[in-house]
């Protein structure tokens, strides 16, 4: 029971081990609260796609201003381990894809496993990017607590952007899109650790799976956008 | 059913007691933790006017300092500070979620049928995104205020010595407040609809604020990578805008107008569904060409994400662009047009009662045909080289936003306060006030049209001595302004505590936020409303509720 | 607390604008005065197309009003027609073809303001915070805020910026165009009547952006052959002291201390000043090696206390010759 009197609605719990889910009470039915939940966080998403579009747009602007930078600035970046990163990426999404089954089919204990999967495989990819991060690090490229004047942070160590016009060009933008969809990785990797809490405690199953779900699509936009980022920035055209 | 029964099963429940969302709970939290989308857009309504009153101080103050050409009270760099202060704050804070948060969040659901919007959780996020937005906007101020302008124009935002980081941050939370209002009002227009109310038979209001959200969702990101780019450049010099590092500041520009064009269409759609709302109620009549203004909310929303070049005439984009830009931006004027049209086609044969809703309404009629012709104006490319960045810039845009926009939101203030607190305001003083503002208005930048046309350039702490007069006739204006604004906040807040008792339906209207009781209850309808007929159908008023006062 | 932001009694703020050309008629636009007539065409022409739209739309709002006022509270409206369709048809056309002839007048005429014909003369404007300096086809001489045109001959402008936005605006020559750091852009026009005209900085580039003024002198063929522009005072002092009116005053006092922005030039020749060098503090002497470098390349040497503020940009050859700066050094010794 709710205020005024109205009933709530309840999704009763397939077993012992998962609990009941109550339904909004602004929803006349779960089939009502599944799809207006479901359709705000597709909007959510593409508000996330122009996000980066902008930084896309920059992408593209620059490189076509600076074209030798970028081929250059491109061959600085290891692309074997931009490839690891994308194949285990590309698995976790399939883990994730698993959990949302695992789920849909009130197996609780598989939910729980594909999606501590999925987060060993956040784990690599920011592992395998600290490491690459490092490196630039060590080349003079990252650009952190620089001064005003560019040459405070873009040291080029090996002087090997010496030769292209505005060398640094091709970190900013790298450093800019890798930080910002690391972060993504890590508020998705952060998700999908409350989705296990809530899995532990018994509340998704057949009867209600919503979170899983928009965690998992979640997921799949973070894996996206690396899809797009990895050839642009490690192979660049 | 005879023709004085609404087509509609709505039990009004005007006798069923005196709870109401604004008296069913009480305390701190009842308000500061609720999930009541008409707390909500209360308090935002709140929160707005204080950012519009803030806001017109410093115009107020811009206005005064230019009494005399060298700059009557500040200096530069204090002027350029509070010119910057007054747009901000009017833009981000006031006219974006002014009639969509406050309005809109008051009045959607019950226009719809609906307890509450889709996501009521989300909603009150948003509103404390606005609230610590706010914060940190004043919180620049405090930090050695900001003075790049409201465009925050690069290079210069990067160089300037000043708290941009602070706003820039401030700006981009407000951005997110934003888009999350317009993704829950689009789920809840799509899946919160009562039984019966098909799109075509939902109120235009609703329409505008459905166009705008889409524009929220899918504009507004822009802007938030773009501030994010500037404070990334303004802490680690990457480059991106700063030309001696190789940036390109025309790519600011691009980017911000990417989003700044289409926020104008934010701001003004949900003042065009205000204006739809009170054309047809306080003339009784169906509104003429329903689906065409319906159409043309969509098709401003569409073309409005092409034009944003014509903010960059100037700035020396290639030709083909330039012949792109200005040519959408006259597409642009034609659904608006058929809007304005339409709308006084409402009116004409109508059965017009002259509340002080309605002549707000009748002075944004006249005051948009103004703001949006001289907008067309601006458009033609030889003309806007000349007139670019000048006071006649200045004019158009206050024309849109303060003339049309702001009076659209005080037309739809005065028009669903009896609703919202059951009470109603001083009319003699509300038709006083309008008439104050709208002398006042039309005195503060009609001068500005002139002085811009010939070449007084805006942002300007001091100017050449033979603009004087104009100056001077537009500060008179503004204080004129200044006091009818000052009034009508005066008596609406003065109704709140002596108000006479408002009627169950002061207006007469026949969508579903007159059906309801008034003020709602906590979840607006005893029941889930059935609707049945075609929307503005007034052959379904019910005079009587028009003369119950509210229990 | 704040007190700093308001003018104090004592110092005024000084605007370099004189009131030139008297008023003109209201609802004018400031005279025209180079060829660009077609702006004001297509101006006066839309404007009088929103006058006519304006009137159509108040006059039918004031006829209903009065016609179908609302007297009776159960009074139904006249008439409930929600649809006209050939009503509908013709305010839509009608319209439509409208914006489409002053879409293409404009276009036309922006064509038009594009490209400049092949018997310009070639100019050079320099903005920078906040002053205009102007240089002559290949000519050495160069003038500040201070423009000479030759009446009905074609100029054509190279715009180049030191720092932040600028735009060059001309209100009676109806042209303008920003003036962006790194990509220099061109803008020209003839000016065809004599007179003084003035020079605006219309995209705003921080303090001063208001006095970033320069006045236009249009004059004839006689008067343009006498290089005006180069025109010397026999005092160099004189000379020096022009040059700091429109260049350093914005920031240096020449009487007082130093203020927040910048050391005053007060007593400053052969002072002896702590400055900060790559982070080494030192002690030198203020001669003319040091001024030259410090307005050459003003981050070589920080006077101490400095460091934080905004740095002044560097001041080449085309803005401030050697033989100028000689003449600010001469400015400089006189103040005591
Ligand atoms: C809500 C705000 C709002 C709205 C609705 C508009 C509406 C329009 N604006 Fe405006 N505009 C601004 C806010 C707004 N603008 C702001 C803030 C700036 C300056 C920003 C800055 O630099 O700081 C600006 C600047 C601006 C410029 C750039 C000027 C410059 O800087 O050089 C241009 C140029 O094309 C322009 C055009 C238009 C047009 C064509 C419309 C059209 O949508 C108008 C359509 C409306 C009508 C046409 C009127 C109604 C119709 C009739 C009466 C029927 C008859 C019609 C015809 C015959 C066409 N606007
Ligand atoms: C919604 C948007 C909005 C609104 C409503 C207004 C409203 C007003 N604006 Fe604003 N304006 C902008 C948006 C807006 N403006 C923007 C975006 C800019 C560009 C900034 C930039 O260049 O970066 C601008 C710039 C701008 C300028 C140009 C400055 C310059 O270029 O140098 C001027 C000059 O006259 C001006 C004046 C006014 C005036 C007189 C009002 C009046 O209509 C205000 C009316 C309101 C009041 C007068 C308040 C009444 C309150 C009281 C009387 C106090 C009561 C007190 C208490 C209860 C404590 N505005
Ligand atoms: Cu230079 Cu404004
Ligand atoms: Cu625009």
């Known amino acids: ?237 | ?551 | 607390m704040f007190a700093h932001l308001f003018q104090t009694p004592q110092e005024p703020q000084k605007s370099f604008y004189v009131a030139d050309q008297g008023v003109d008629a209201w609802g004018q636009l400031t005279p025209l005065a180079s060829t660009f007539d077609h702006v004001d065409h297509v101006f006066y022409f839309t404007m009088w197309m929103c006058v006519f739209f304006f009137v159509l739309i108040a006059a039918v709002l004031g006829w209903s009003v009065l016609k179908y006022r609302r007297v009776r509270f159960d009074q139904p409206a006249a008439s409930n027609v929600t649809h006209n369709t050939p009503l509908e048809v013709v305010w839509t056309v009608i319209p439509l073809i409208l914006v489409m002839i002053i879409f293409a007048w404009g276009w036309k005429g922006s064509l038009d303001m594009a490209v400049a014909p092949q018997d310009a003369r070639n100019y050079k404007a320099t903005a920078a915070q906040w002053s205009w300096t102007f240089r002559y086809h290949n000519d050495p001489g160069s003038s500040l805020n201070e423009l000479w045109l030759e009446v009905d001959k074609p100029a054509a402008f190279t715009l180049e910026s030191k720092d932040v936005l600028h735009a060059f605006f001309i209100p009676s020559m109806r042209c303008k165009r920003d003036v962006v750091p790194g990509r220099n852009q061109r803008i020209w026009f003839t000016p065809t009547r004599l007179g003084d005209y003035h020079l605006f900085c219309a995209e705003y580039c921080g303090k001063d952006h208001s006095l970033m003024y320069a006045k236009v002198h249009v004059v004839t063929a006689e008067q343009y052959g006498k290089r005006p522009w180069d025109t010397e005072d026999p005092d160099p002092k004189v000379n020096g002291q022009r040059t700091y009116e429109a260049l350093c005053k914005s920031c240096h006092a020449v009487a007082g201390p130093n203020t927040a922005i910048a050391p005053s030039w007060f007593g400053l020749y052969g002072k002896s000043e702590a400055v900060i060098e790559g982070g080494q503090e030192k002690t030198i002497t203020v001669d003319d090696a040091y001024l030259i470098e410090s307005i050459r390349n003003p981050s070589a040497k920080i006077v101490k206390g400095y460091e934080s503020a905004g740095r002044m940009s560097p001041f080449d050859q085309g803005q401030v010759s050697d033989r100028k700066l000689g003449f600010i050094i001469e400015y400089i010794k006189s103040l005591k």
């Open chain 2, 1 to 551: 059913m005879t023709t004085h029964t609404p087509h509609v099963d709505v039990h009004s429940g005007a006798h069923t007691g005196t709870t109401n969302y604004l008296n069913n709970t009480s305390g701190f939290m009842s308000w500061a933790g609720t999930l009541d989308h008409k707390r909500i857009g209360l308090m935002y309504l709140i929160g707005v006017s204080m950012a519009f009153l803030a806001g017109g101080i410093f115009a107020l103050l811009v206005r005064l300092h230019l009494w005399s050409p060298d700059g009557a009270l500040f200096t530069n760099e204090a002027y350029n500070q509070i010119f910057t202060l007054h747009g901000a704050f009017m833009v981000f804070l006031f006219v974006i979620p002014a009639i969509p948060a406050s309005l809109g969040n008051m009045v959607l659901p019950l226009m719809l049928g609906a307890k509450d919007v889709a996501l009521p959780r989300l909603n009150l996020l948003s509103f404390y995104l606005w609230v610590t937005g706010a914060a940190l906007a004043m919180y620049s101020i405090l930090a050695g205020g900001f003075d790049t302008g409201w465009t925050f124009y690069a290079p210069y935002s990067l160089y300037t010595n000043q708290a941009v980081i602070s706003i820039g941050l401030g700006i981009f939370i407000l951005g997110f407040s934003s888009i999350f209002t317009g993704l829950n009002f689009i789920v809840t227009t799509h899946k919160l609809r009562a039984p019966g109310l098909t799109w075509f038979r939902m109120p235009l209001f609703v329409w505008a604020i459905y166009a705008t959200s889409i524009l929220q969702v899918l504009a507004t990101p822009v802007l938030g990578i773009t501030v994010a780019l500037v404070a990334l450049e303004r802490t680690y010099h990457i480059g991106i805008f700063d030309p001696r590092l190789g940036g390109d500041p025309v790519l600011f520009e691009h980017f911000f107008w990417f989003y700044s064009h289409p926020a104008v269409y934010i701001m003004v759609l949900p003042a065009f569904g205000i204006i739809s709302e009170c054309v047809s109620v306080h003339s009784r009549k169906p509104l003429f060409g329903y689906k065409m203004i319906a159409f043309s909310s969509l098709a401003i929303a569409i073309i409005s994400f092409l034009v944003w070049g014509h903010h960059m005439f100037t700035s020396g984009q290639s030709t083909y662009a330039m012949f792109a830009f200005s040519f959408l931006t006259f597409f642009v004027a034609i659904p608006t047009a058929i809007k304005e049209f339409s709308w006084v086609a409402t009116v004409w044969k109508g059965s017009i009662d002259l509340n002080s809703p309605m002549l707000y309404t009748l002075a944004f009629l006249i005051i948009f045909a103004i703001g949006g012709l001289t907008g067309v104006i601006l458009g033609v490319l030889n003309v806007d080289i000349h007139l670019h960045d000048t006071y006649y810039v200045v004019a158009h845009f206050h024309y849109v936003m303060m003339g049309s926009i702001s009076l659209a939101f005080f037309a739809g203030l005065h028009h669903w306060w009896p609703k919202m607190f059951g009470v109603m305001y001083n009319e003699s003083l509300a038709k006083l006030a309008c008439a104050i503002i709208f002398i006042g208005f039309n005195a503060t930048f009609i001068p500005q049209f002139i002085m811009g046309s010939r070449g007084m350039p805006r942002r300007y702490a001091e100017y050449a001595a033979e603009y004087q007069p104009f100056h001077q006739a537009s500060t008179i204006g503004a204080m004129i302004l200044g006091c009818g604004v000052a009034l009508m906040f005066g008596y609406l807040l003065a109704s709140l505590f002596a108000g006479k008792k408002a009627m169950q339906n002061q207006w007469g209207g026949v969508t579903l936020d007159w059906m309801t009781p008034t003020p709602p209850p906590l979840e607006n309808f005893h029941q889930t409303p059935v609707w049945r007929g075609e929307v503005y159908d007034y052959s379904t008023l019910d005079l009587r509720s028009t003369q119950t006062p509210v229990s």
């Open chain 1, 1 to 237: 029971m709710s205020h005024d009197g109205h009933h709530s609605i309840v999704i009763p719990a397939p077993g012992p081990e998962f609990v009941p889910h109550t339904v909004a009470h602004h929803f006349d039915s779960p089939v009502q609260e599944f799809q207006a939940c479901k359709l705000g966080f597709w909007l959510f998403l593409a508000t996330e796609i122009l996000l980066f579009g902008g930084l896309f747009a920059a992408y593209f602007y620059f490189h076509e201003a600076y074209p030798e930078t970028f081929r250059l600035g491109g061959q600085q970046l290891n692309w074997k381990l931009g490839a690891v990163n994308t194949t285990v990426l590309l698995l976790s999404s399939w883990t994730m894809a698993m959990g949302v089954r695992s789920a849909q089919t009130s197996q609780k204990k598989a939910t729980i496993l594909f999606c501590w999967l999925t987060v060993l495989g956040a784990a690599i990819f920011m592992g395998i990017k600290f490491v690459e991060y490092k490196a630039k690090y060590e080349h003079g490229f990252l650009p952190l607590f620089g001064g005003f004047e560019v040459a405070d942070w873009f040291k080029d160590t090996h002087h090997v952007m010496k030769d292209v016009p505005h060398g640094h060009m091709f970190f900013a933008i790298y450093f800019t899109m890798t930080a910002i969809h690391g972060l993504h990785v890590l508020i998705g990797a952060g998700l999908i650790l409350w989705i296990i809490k809530g899995a532990s405690k018994g509340r998704f199953h057949a009867g209600y799976y919503l979170p899983v779900d928009l965690v998992g699509l979640y997921w799949h936009l973070v894996d996206l956008i690396w899809i797009f980022l990895f050839p642009l920035l490690y192979l660049v055209p």
